[in-house]
């Protein structure tokens, strides 16, 4: 299995990756040996990896760190790098190689004080002595500061260093940085294709693989959540009840506490494990013992390691509610996509009665109206409204319709 293979969709992106560790490849086989480098090679030191939400961004840059840390046995025998089995593979597939750096934001944005290790390190030799590459994943939230510092490392790298950035589009990132990356773009993948893979590589059963596929959109993460989780289709089945839920203020209040009491309780959970596991390991690091009072002088680096958890746990409760207001805006898609006639797939045909219902007792306007309502929602969530009183004035503008 190939390092490729979890890139649905992506044919054009995985045959210019592929290339392009074929030559990086070339390029450690001639240092090695103290030969000329191969010439126009298509590698290069900084990569900008592009698309929408569900694409596959940041499997296909982690993909791309595997195949350059191959170590496969059969590339002297002219295989190619990125066998997925080899021990450079797994563990940079896994997040665990000596010389693959992964940054992502813990908070609303990546700050300086996140990176400057990070960039330290992208001027360091590779400790397996083939590439040292460094993996943004929210290349997007990258504030001034930590932007310019990202800018002077891919300004001036280390022969042998790699930076991978993975952004939703080439605006989110600044003109400077992007100019020194090559661009790659990825498209949504198709929905069919997206439960193929859930069913082959999942084992999921075709006829839920389908239905999650449709659901989502084409987003891969979300899909296979979907199919996996029961917490997460009963969250999902609880967002698609809102539009009913909404006839009067007082059902409107309710509904938006659930979807926020919800999103709380998704981001407790997904931070629960973590945020234990990284207090205990830095308790251990310090000389402290579980359940034990901590060596003096150490209060301050704890202090620093709840703050950061605390950021990442309002970051991850805004992520689920963003997803809750895009499966929301699929349920008022579908009811204008009804009203218009348009031969559109519809992404929720397991509600599709609720769906008529909608779309006989509202006009397309009133749809729309609604969508726009909960789009300021989202805007409102990333300017730090409090999501309570976000989420209240979108329920009762989507009451008004």
Not at 152 to 169: F, H, I, N, Y
Not at 206 to 216: E, G, H, L, W
Not at 273 to 293: C, F, H, N, P, W
Not at 363 to 382: H, K, M, N
Request: overall charge neutral; aromatic content about 2%.
């Amino acid at each position: 299995m190939a390092v490729w293979d979890d890139l649905v969709g992506q044919e054009r992106v995985v045959v210019t990756l592929d290339a392009a560790a074929r030559d990086a490849d070339a390029l450690v086989t001639a240092a090695a040996a103290d030969t000329p480098p191969p010439p126009a090679s298509k590698m290069t030191h900084a990569w900008l990896f592009t698309g929408p939400p569900g694409a596959g961004r940041v499997a296909a840059a982690r993909a791309f760190a595997a195949a350059l840390q191959c170590v496969s046995p059969d590339r002297a025998l002219g295989g190619a790098p990125g066998c997925g089995f080899c021990d450079g593979c797994h563990t940079a597939l896994l997040g665990t190689h000596a010389d693959v750096s992964t940054v992502a934001a813990d908070g609303a944005q990546i700050l300086v004080a996140d990176m400057r290790d990070t960039v330290r390190k992208s001027y360091t030799s590779p400790a397996g002595g083939r590439w040292q590459v460094i993996l943004v994943e929210d290349a997007e939230r990258l504030n001034e500061k930590s932007a310019n510092a990202v800018l002077k490392a891919v300004e001036e790298p280390a022969p042998r260093t790699v930076w991978l950035l993975c952004a939703p589009s080439v605006e989110d990132v600044l003109p400077t940085i992007r100019s020194r990356c090559r661009l790659l773009t990825l498209s949504t993948p198709a929905v069919d294709a997206v439960a193929d893979m859930l069913v082959r590589r999942d084992g999921i059963e075709p006829q839920v693989a389908a239905q999650v596929a449709r659901a989502t959109q084409g987003h891969i993460d979300r899909a296979r959540r979907l199919a996996t989780d029961p917490r997460a289709r009963e969250r999902r089945a609880a967002v698609l009840k809102v539009p009913l839920r909404v006839e009067d203020i007082g059902g409107c209040l309710k509904a938006a506490q659930e979807l926020v009491d919800a999103a709380a309780e998704d981001s407790k959970q997904i931070a629960e494990e973590v945020d234990t596991k990284e207090t205990e390991e830095l308790k251990a690091a310090l000389g402290g013992q579980s359940g034990g009072r901590m060596p003096r002088g150490t209060a301050g680096v704890m202090k620093d390691l709840e703050d950061k958890q605390k950021r990442r746990r309002t970051r991850s409760q805004r992520d689920s509610l963003d997803l809750a207001l895009t499966d929301l805006t699929s349920v008022y898609r579908d009811v204008l996509a009804l009203q218009l006639g348009s031969r559109v797939a519809l992404a929720n045909t397991e509600i599709q009665d609720t769906l008529e219902r909608l779309a006989r007792g509202s006009s397309p306007e009133s749809t729309l109206r609604r969508i726009e309502a909960i789009g300021a929602c989202r805007v409102a969530l990333d300017r730090n409204v409090a999501p309570l009183l976000a989420v209240e004035a979108m329920t009762v503008a989507l009451r008004a319709g």
